[in-house]
């Protein structure tokens, strides 16, 4: 598949509200076509290829600042979730856990099946920002190939360079509280590890929500690393998403539809 089409497909299948977060890949695909349509004159005169060259850097650069502000505005938030989830865990088991100031079976399950659900929305949505950052590297990477194939061109390697050290493209924070969530789950729910099945009336995802957009990231995220045999400077690292009993136990036993 084309990645124009594949990244059609990943914004419908994950959240249709960040379209316009995404590359605009449609229209820097269009000025690499009308760029190498007019080739640059011999006599160093300044050209309408020129012109339109400036023109394609200008965009990309913008598309960089489009890519760092919304992811930085995410991780910031999923800092500040992070925390919240745990005063809550913490408060709940101070509370109404077993040594508790004033235990109660039932208000601790109810909470902790609140608590747990919005884990696990936690969880997919920082899967699908890690997704959003490996769809946008990606896309560069392909445009500015398909840029300098076309025009003969040199831009691919030096952007590149300055691509891997934007914001967007570090994740390491937010694979970080992925991890740490997980741990979170497999301690809130020891039967994890035969799957979550059993806790699929505590821990309630929404056939619409934001699960079946996490499973659809993660088989793209996979699908993006299998794209190529060989690894180079343009090439996304390893996924670094373990393959937990927490992720796996939901995607095989989920009834919820992938696209």
Same mark, same amino acid.
């Given at each position: 598949?084309?990645?124009?089409?594949?990244?059609?497909? %990943?914004?419908?299948?994950?959240?249709?509200?960040?379209?316009?977060?995404?590359?605009?890949?449609?229209?820097l695909k269009k000025l690499v076509r009308l760029i190498s349509s007019a080739p640059p004159l011999l006599n160093?005169?300044?050209?309408?290829?020129?012109?339109?060259?400036?023109?394609?850097?200008?965009?990309?650069?913008? #598309? $960089?600042?489009?890519?760092?502000?919304?992811?930085?505005?995410?991780?910031?938030?999923?800092? /500040?979730?992070?925390?919240?989830?745990?005063?809550? $865990?913490?408060?709940?088991?101070? #509370?109404?856990?077993?040594?508790?100031?004033?235990?109660?079976?039932?208000?601790?399950?109810?909470?902790?099946?609140?608590?747990?659900?919005?884990?696990?929305?936690?969880?997919?949505?920082?899967?699908?920002?890690?997704?959003?950052?490996?769809?946008?590297?990606?896309?560069?990477?392909?445009?500015? @190939? @398909?840029?300098?194939?076309?025009?003969?061109?040199?831009?691919?390697?030096?952007? $590149?360079? @300055?691509?891997?050290? %934007?914001?967007?493209?570090?994740?390491?924070?937010?694979?970080?509280?992925?991890?740490?969530?997980?741990?979170?789950?497999?301690?809130?729910?020891?039967e994890t590890k035969e799957g979550l099945r059993g806790e699929t009336e505590m821990i309630t995802v929404a056939?619409?929500?934001?699960?079946?957009?996490?499973?659809?990231?993660?088989?793209?995220?996979?699908?993006?690393?299998?794209?190529?045999?060989?690894?180079? %400077?343009?090439?996304?690292?390893?996924?670094?998403?373990? #393959?937990?009993?927490?992720?796996?136990?939901?995607?095989?036993?989920?009834? /919820?539809?992938? $696209?």
């Open positions: 598949m084309k990645f124009g089409k594949r990244l059609k497909q %990943q914004i419908q299948e994950t959240l249709p509200g960040w379209r316009d977060k995404f590359l605009s890949y449609k229209d160093g005169s300044t050209t309408e290829y020129e012109k339109t060259e400036a023109g394609f850097v200008y965009l990309l650069n913008n #598309e $960089i600042e489009k890519f760092n502000a919304f992811f930085m505005e995410q991780e910031e938030d999923f800092i /500040i979730l992070h925390k919240e989830l745990q005063q809550r $865990i913490n408060r709940v088991m101070q #509370e109404w856990g077993p040594n508790g100031t004033q235990p109660s079976d039932t208000d601790y399950k109810d909470e902790m099946a609140r608590i747990g659900k919005d884990i696990v929305d936690f969880h997919g949505e920082m899967v699908l920002i890690i997704n959003y950052s490996n769809i946008n590297f990606t896309g560069l990477a392909k445009i500015l @190939k @398909k840029y300098d194939k076309q025009t003969g061109g040199l831009l691919r390697s030096p952007f $590149i360079q @300055k691509v891997l050290q %934007q914001p967007f493209f570090t994740t390491d924070l937010i694979s970080k509280l992925v991890k740490e969530c997980e741990s979170t789950v497999d301690a809130l729910f020891p056939g619409e929500g934001i699960f079946r957009n996490t499973v659809a990231a993660l088989l793209t995220m996979k699908e993006i690393r299998r794209g190529s045999s060989t690894y180079s %400077q343009f090439s996304l690292p390893p996924l670094n998403l373990p #393959e937990t009993d927490f992720i796996q136990s939901f995607q095989l036993n989920s009834p /919820i539809p992938i $696209i």
